[in-house]
């Protein structure tokens, strides 16, 4: 949650740290603030950040999610290759089950996504930046 007073964001991570941003570009998150932090209200438990394939794009729209289609009329610019998303916990879990699972970004994946899926299997796709 974010402390009221001073807006930093106080949520941690998978790791135990700071949760870091996931992404402003395409702006993400349960509170489209760039977090992938949620609260009791969000039932899809929006709280794994990955780094998008177009592997996985395939496989989402082919489970009726359409993620790579713009919706203007809601501010979503559809995703790409590269970009960085908060994902369903349970959407991703489902993802790795069929062996599409996109890598996490473990800094910004909010601990919460733990009562989903393991640390270890979080950790096995964690994203390696190339560089």
Known sequence: ?????????????????????CSCEPKTGWYRDGYCKTDPS???EHTVCCVITDSFLTYSKA???????PIPEYGFPGLKQ?????????????????????????????????KTIGLELLMQHAY????
């Open 1 to 21: 949650m974010d402390n009221e007073k001073t807006g930093i964001n106080t949520s941690l991570n998978v790791l135990g740290e700071p949760l870091e941003l």
């Open 42 to 44: 969000d039932l899809g």
């Open 63 to 69: 489970q009726k999610n359409d993620l790579s289609t």
């Open 82 to 114: 590269g970009d960085h998303w908060c994902l369903c916990a349970p959407r991703w879990k489902e993802a790795y089950e069929d062996g599409m699972a996109p890598s996490v970004r473990l800094e910004a994946t909010e601990i919460g996504a733990l």
């Open 128 to 131: 390696k930046e190339v560089g």
